[in-house]
């Protein structure tokens, strides 16, 4: 009512130059209200828009993420059976397909007749080591032969000899008893005496060496019988007994070696003879979901052919979703664990609620392959994981999880004048 009265006195006072002195202050009057009311309603426009910029930091540069997991071939052969589509839900340990070896008949074929070969080649050289050993056993028999042959005949000279110088030993003694009385009848002088003592001590050592001798021998021929010689400049053992004793230690390790060919030739035949549903099982292996989620990426189609250990899909995993942000790394020192942040998908006006779960700075800007979605950010930018409730977005299942979707994040923005003027100051300096 006052703005239509407003209107009719001005329209009044336009088109009628001979108003009052009171009807013109009267106008007067409506238009300052007018314009405080003008300014006010711009004053909380403007509080209402721009209070929440300055209160809180809103990032464009957000995503929804989540984790992926890698589905593996187990073994090398075709995809079969594979039929789940990217989208379609999957369950811990899930049978996804399998993957068949056409080739393992084939390939354990082959196996056999290398084994077979290579069992020929062990027996063969067996039989040759064993001719080697028989001819380096008898090069040591002959050798040992000789050698005790030689000691026999050097211990029957030292018999001989021993036997010869104990009789000369007693005719010696003899002597000296006939001196000694011819001595004491003074029918000799002394000096006789003395000779024949002296030859019958001459006697004893040549006996006391004789028998050491005799035992140096005795000891020789009985380390011969063991197969060591000794003696000076000599080996303990002779070379044949040594490549004797080479070709023993390798005969053992040569028979292990046949034993294992021989055990496997025997599993690779029973493989090959048990009937189809051995090989089947042998040929064919399964393919398993890891966890519980939705299949993301699928990279190989029935009838591919794939080795083991390549990756035939991922699975994201949607309980451990969360959103991706990029803020600036002067905000992060803030932003703690915990701390709680308004978010909403790109296009929608629902904010929702989320908490931080981690940061980390802009120097790890690397990609990270275990995630669904790939966050693009600038180089002085940090990262903020945002945990959130999947169950609060709608139909997660339907929108894979919303892995990838841009989002808005508001993030309370700390203010600390002391960070503030020391920018100021550096910006003054450069």
């Known amino acids: 009512m006052m703005f239509s009265n407003l209107l009719n006195i001005t329209c009044k006072f336009a088109g009628d130059s001979d108003l009052t002195e009171q009807e013109k202050k009267r106008v007067f009057s409506h238009g300052k209200w007018l314009r405080r009311f003008i300014a006010g309603l711009i004053f909380v426009t403007a509080l209402v828009i721009v209070a929440p910029a300055v209160l809180n930091q809103q990032s464009g540069h957000a995503v929804v993420n989540a984790p992926v997991l890698s589905v593996h071939s187990p073994i090398t052969g075709t995809v079969q059976d594979f039929n789940v589509t990217a989208g379609q839900p999957v369950f811990p340990d899930q049978r996804l397909g399998r993957v068949l070896s056409l080739r393992a008949r084939e390939g354990l074929e ?16 067996q039989t040759e080591w064993q001719r080697l050993q028989r001819i380096f056993e008898q090069r040591a028999k002959r050798h040992a032969d000789h050698e005790l042959a030689r000691l026999q005949e050097q211990l029957a000279e030292v018999d001989a000899q021993a036997k010869a110088q104990q009789a000369q030993l007693r005719q010696d003694t003899d002597i000296l008893t006939r001196q000694e009385r011819l001595a004491r009848e003074n029918f000799i002088s002394p000096v006789q005496i003395d000779a024949a003592r002296n030859a019958l001590q001459a006697s004893q050592a040549r006996v006391e060496a004789i028998q050491a001798r005799e035992k140096m021998l005795r000891i020789e021929a009985l380390a011969v019988r063991d197969q060591v010689y000794l003696g000076q400049g000599r080996n303990d053992v002779p070379y044949s007994q040594q490549k004797l004793e080479d070709l023993r230690i390798q005969l053992s390790e040569l028979r292990t070696r046949l034993l294992e060919t021989q055990s496997r030739i025997q599993q690779i035949q029973t493989q090959l003879t048990n009937g189809a549903d051995s090989q089947q099982a042998f040929q064919e292996a399964p393919i398993h979901s890891p966890v519980q989620g939705l299949l993301w990426r699928k990279f190989s189609a029935n009838g591919s052919e794939v080795i083991a250990g390549a990756e035939l899909a991922q ?5 451990d979703a969360f959103v991706d942000v990029a803020v600036s790394e002067s905000q992060l020192h803030h932003m703690s664990p915990g701390t709680a ?12 609620q989320g908490k931080v779960r981690g940061t980390s700075g802009s120097g790890n800007n690397g990609a990270d392959l275990t995630l669904a979605a790939q966050l693009r950010r600038e180089r002085n930018e940090g990262r903020v994981l945002v945990d959130i409730r ?14 990838g979707r841009v989002v808005d994040v508001k993030i309370p923005r700390s203010w600390k004048p002391q960070v503030m003027f020391s920018r100021v100051t550096a910006m003054a300096r450069t």
Not at 315 to 319: N, Q, S
Not at 344 to 351: E, I, N, P, V
Not at 390 to 399: G, I, N, S, T
């Open 110 to 125: 082959n196996e056999l007749s290398s084994l077979q070969q290579r069992l020929h080649g062990l027996q063969s050289q």
């Open 341 to 352: 942040v308004q978010y909403r998908l790109l296009g929608t006006s629902d904010w929702r």
């Open 315 to 319: 699975v994201i995993h949607c309980r």
């Open 390 to 403: 999947l169950e609060d977005l709608p139909q997660p299942e339907a929108h894979l999880c919303y892995a």
